[in-house]
């Protein structure tokens, strides 16, 4: 390569001194003086011109009639409106987008979603992957192939150090975060549906989109708030079957399951953390909205914040409502309404965030997330599962030492749910 990554954008020197700032500072806060027509000029009675004046063009072009500002109406420098956007709606929505973690993590995604938290995904699940045809190798090499392998040089965020929080560390150039990760996302994935394909246990065509957007929208919160609800992110792959997932629980096993509590977040509210917005779409939106598809499975990457990183709960939980959002969309898909006690939708989610791994599986029951009806979704939550271990973003990993292979089992039994 002829770039090394992770070097310095720049090296230290003279200019990063205390000393030196503090002369350049004063050197460019000192005013230079004002110019001043010479007296020989004045008496040799040549007439200077300032072209700052306003009136400095009026000899040159006359006083006629002044030249129409186009910038006035022109779309270029003109800000629309909200009003204008073809979204924009008059009832403003809560609006949950993956941007801020929940302050109650998996309880307040339970209870936005009004689910039954199932913790660790069911044995009859994982024995699918017992005779898993990937080794350990193979793992390791879609790791270091985002990781090491991809020649991506880009400026990367000033790191921050949380100790020595007043030393300006130098920017490296690199692979970012998000794109490591969805490189690792792709190439797992793959392994995992050509291994399906080679095992015979593959049914049904399976379709992959990558960063599709998604978008749900329920009438309302609950009992929590009469607005809108409108769940909207953009995952980076999109598995869709022609058939859709076999429901994991039975109607019994949901009778039973809306006989339970959901937990109680109180005193905080569980729209604490939900944004707000004119602009949003009424119709699910989801990848080939017009084929005869089922979303299957949504995968994507997080990046933790330097300075605010997100708990194991806040990431499950952000992990949780992702799934949920790409069931609602799936249920509501092309408008049509669908009798979900009969015939329950099955979305799963995986989410990478640091090198640890949210397995996700949504059963949705219901759409009314009231407590009028007494239906709730069921939720199968296996959270921070570590896969491997990373390097910080400005150092390059050059080594996988270690795969977590009972991670591995249970992403590829995930994946191979149907």
């Keep these: 390569?002829?770039?090394?990554?992770?070097?310095?954008?720049?090296?230290?020197?003279?200019?990063?001194?205390?000393?030196?700032?503090?002369?350049?500072?004063?050197?460019?806060?000192?005013?230079?003086?004002?110019?001043?027509?010479?007296?020989?000029?004045?008496?040799?009675?040549?007439?200077?011109?300032?072209?700052?004046?306003?009136?400095?063009?009026?000899?040159?072009?006359?006083?006629?009639?002044?030249?129409?500002?186009?910038?006035?109406?022109?779309?270029?420098?003109?800000?629309?409106?909200?009003?204008?956007?073809?979204?924009?709606?008059?009832?403003?929505?809560?609006?949950?987008?993956?941007?801020t973690p929940m302050s109650d993590g998996i309880d307040q995604a339970a209870v936005l979603s009004k689910a039954i938290v199932r913790e660790g995904l069911p044995e009859t699940v994982i024995h699918n992957a017992s005779h898993v045809d990937i080794s350990e190798e193979q793992?390791?090499?879609?790791?270091?192939?985002?990781?090491?392998?991809?020649?991506?040089?880009?400026?990367?965020?000033?790191?921050?150090?949380?100790?020595?929080?007043?030393i300006p560390h130098p920017r490296v150039y690199g692979t970012p975060v998000t794109k490591r990760l969805n490189i690792i996302l792709d190439n797992?994935?793959?392994?995992?549906?050509?291994?399906?394909?080679?095992?015979?246990?593959?049914?049904?065509h399976i379709r992959l989109d990558r960063d599709e957007p998604i978008s749900a929208t329920l009438p309302n919160v609950g009992s929590f708030a009469p607005s809108p609800l409108v769940l909207r992110f953009q995952p980076h792959i999109t598995l869709q079957g022609s058939k859709p997932i076999t429901p994991w629980a039975t109607a019994?096993?949901?009778e039973e399951a809306s006989q339970l509590q959901i937990p109680n977040i109180a005193p905080l509210s569980p729209l604490i953390d939900l944004g707000s917005d004119h602009i949003y779409n009424d119709k699910a939106v989801v990848a080939r909205p017009s084929a005869a598809l089922a979303v299957?499975?949504?995968?994507?990457?997080?990046?933790?914040?330097?300075?605010?990183?997100?708990?194991?709960?806040?990431?499950?939980?952000?992990?949780?409502?992702?799934?949920?959002?790409?069931?609602?969309?799936?249920?509501?898909?092309?408008?049509?309404?669908?009798?979900?006690?009969?015939?329950?939708?099955?979305?799963?989610?995986?989410?990478?965030v640091n090198g640890k791994v949210d397995l996700i599986s949504f059963q949705l029951n219901t759409l009314n997330l009231s407590s009028e009806d007494p239906t709730k979704n069921i939720v199968w939550v296996e959270k921070a599962c570590p896969l491997y271990k990373p390097k910080p973003f400005y150092e390059q990993l050059t080594e996988v030492t270690h795969v977590n292979m009972d991670t591995w089992k249970k992403f590829v039994a995930l994946l191979w749910n149907k």
């Design 1 to 99: 390569m002829v770039f090394r990554k992770y070097r310095p954008a720049k090296q230290w020197g003279k200019v990063d001194t205390r000393v030196f700032k503090a002369i350049l500072k004063a050197r460019n806060n000192r005013k230079s003086a004002h110019f001043v027509v010479p007296e020989a000029v004045k008496a040799a009675g040549v007439t200077v011109y300032d072209p700052n004046d306003p009136s400095f063009m009026t000899p040159i072009i006359g006083t006629g009639k002044p030249l129409p500002d186009l910038r006035v109406d022109h779309p270029t420098f003109r800000v629309p409106s909200v009003e204008e956007h073809p979204l924009y709606h008059d009832t403003r929505c809560f609006l949950f987008d993956g941007s």
């Design 139 to 166: 793992v390791r090499d879609a790791i270091l192939h985002g990781e090491k392998y991809d020649p991506t040089l880009e400026k990367l965020p000033r790191r921050f150090d949380p100790v020595l929080f007043w």
């Design 188 to 204: 797992l994935s793959r392994a995992i549906l050509f291994s399906e394909i080679r095992s015979g246990n593959s049914s049904g």
């Design 252 to 254: 019994d096993e949901v």
């Design 296 to 352: 299957h499975a949504i995968l994507w990457s997080r990046e933790q914040d330097q300075k605010y990183p997100w708990t194991k709960e806040q990431n499950a939980a952000n992990a949780v409502l992702h799934t949920f959002g790409a069931a609602v969309a799936e249920a509501t898909r092309g408008g049509l309404s669908r009798d979900l006690k009969k015939d329950p939708v099955v979305v799963k989610g995986v989410q990478i």
